[in-house]
């Protein structure tokens, strides 16, 4: 009876192992290694184009997105398809995120740029802040000088 005890928590241990060292050490795709299906040259202006439709209209699913892209007549995109693709390498160069909506049990994800980092409008004058020092230094420099 004690083995039938022993070998069941063995099995489901084993199984709970089996389970959390395979699903939690699952790769991310390396999206830098996309091809394009253009050359670089083409393939930043289709992106530096995509990201101002994107950056204009706000956060687009993908279909909107490739609404937009057609409107804007962005020269270089043969299909929805390779819009999708450019998407994905936009993504691998942290051009773009890709954010997840969940409404009820149905998600829609959308695609959105990075925020940008503020701007100050103060001109160009470094503004240095003096810290006050003590009146007394401490002890412990004063016993290092001496040696």
């Given amino acids: 009876m004690w083995n039938a ?4 928590m063995m099995k489901m241990t084993t199984t709970m192992l089996r389970y959390f060292t395979t699903n939690s050490r699952k790769r991310a795709p390396n999206l830098r290694k996309i ?4 050359p670089f ?6 992106a530096e184009d995509l990201y101002g439709v ?3 209209h706000g956060p687009l699913s993908i279909g909107n997105a490739w609404n937009h892209a057609k409107d ?6 043969s299909s929805k398809t390779h819009m999708k693709l450019m998407l994905k390498w936009m993504r691998g160069r942290s051009m773009l995120k890709q954010i997840c909506n969940i409404v009820g049990s149905n998600k829609k ?3 959105t740029t990075l925020p940008e980092e503020p701007q100050p409008n103060l001109p160009n004058t470094s ?3 003096v810290k006050p020092r003590s009146q007394k230094p401490s002890q412990n420099k004063n016993k290092r000088k001496s040696r």
């Fill in 109 to 111: 994800f959308l695609i």
């Fill in 41 to 46: 040259v083409e393939a930043a202006s289709i």
């Fill in 54 to 56: 994107i950056k204009s």
């Fill in 127 to 129: 503004i240095e802040v």
């Fill in 5 to 8: 005890n022993g070998n069941g």
């Fill in 35 to 38: 091809n394009p299906r253009v």
């Fill in 72 to 77: 804007a007549g962005i020269s270089g995109l």
